[in-house]
């Protein structure tokens, strides 16, 4: 059962990191995700090595956090993308291009086909998203990251104009131009300022947002969607990007 639950984990990234390849979302090493395990954290890296690969291929390594963000908080586990890993790549050999993150009693550590590498640089985004996630909407265990290019642009005209005000600007408009934002995105969009990749800042900015909605928008970067699948994220960053691309067609601001 979990190796079902493993593989058809797989086929889907395969599909969503090829689909947002197409779009245009994912330029060289541009976006990440990661997706919860509920298994037990002791057997997480037995279930990622056995599902495909061989024990002798995995090693588990340790992650040396200097942040709060990493510190404490529940046991969890989760896959995510790796550092630097492209969505091309990981749509070809996904768990090549993946680790399994375990925090256990404080100590994180993490599973990854290779040595040299290390999960996403938006691990700390992931992290605390991921153990919001399992304690207050546990039914949510899938975090995606991406650029969308529309959106994105939409950012970039709007917020010099509503400097005070940017979340309902952006959600006045988008929400005018589709009746899909408002039907599909009812809890509204999340806003994040311009802030450093990586960063703790970002991570804890975009938690404070996620209290409140499933899909963020990164001011300049690109967008962040919670959702119990990696596509029902995905189709709520679809419907914004639509609706982003609709109204710079219309140049409304």
């Known amino acids: 059962m979990q190796n079902q639950h493993i593989l058809k984990l797989i086929e889907e990234i395969k599909e969503i ?34 599902s495909v690969l061989s024990q002798e291929e995995t090693k588990p390594h340790h992650h040396d956090p200097t942040h709060a963000a990493f510190e404490g908080g529940c046991d969890i586990s989760f896959l995510i993308s790796n550092s ?14 993946c680790s399994i993150v375990c925090s256990k009693e404080g100590n994180l550590s993490y ?32 975090v995606i990251h991406t650029h969308p290019t529309h959106l994105i642009a939409f950012t970039h005209k709007f917020v010099g104009t509503h400097p005070h005000c940017p979340k309902k600007h952006l959600n006045d408009i ?4 589709m009746p899909e ?17 990586g960063s703790s800042e970002l991570a804890e900015a975009t938690l404070k947002e996620l209290t409140h909605h499933d899909v963020i928008v990164w001011k300049k970067h690109g967008c962040l969607a919670v959702a119990e699948t990696l596509w029902d ?6 419907i914004l990007d639509k609706a982003a691309y609709i109204a710079l067609l219309s140049d409304l601001n």
């Not at 541009?30 to 954290?41: K, M, P, Q, T, V």
């Open 233 to 238: 994220a995905i189709d709520m960053i679809e």
């Open 84 to 97: 630097g890993a492209k969505f091309r790549d990981i749509a070809k050999d996904p768990l090549k291009h």
């Open 181 to 197: 934002v408002s039907m599909f995105i009812p809890q509204k969009t999340g806003f994040v300022d311009l802030l450093p990749a």
């Open 111 to 142: 599973y990854s086909t290779d040595k040299k590498a290390i999960p996403s640089s938006e691990l700390q985004s992931h992290l605390l998203i991921q153990r919001y996630l399992q304690k207050e909407q546990p039914v949510k265990k899938s």
């Open 17 to 50: 990191t090829s689909h947002c390849l197409n779009k245009g979302w994912a330029e060289r090493n541009a976006g990440n995700f990661s997706y919860r395990l509920d298994d037990n954290i002791v057997d997480v890296g037995n279930v990622f090595m056995h």
């Open 174 to 177: 988008l929400e005018s131009i």
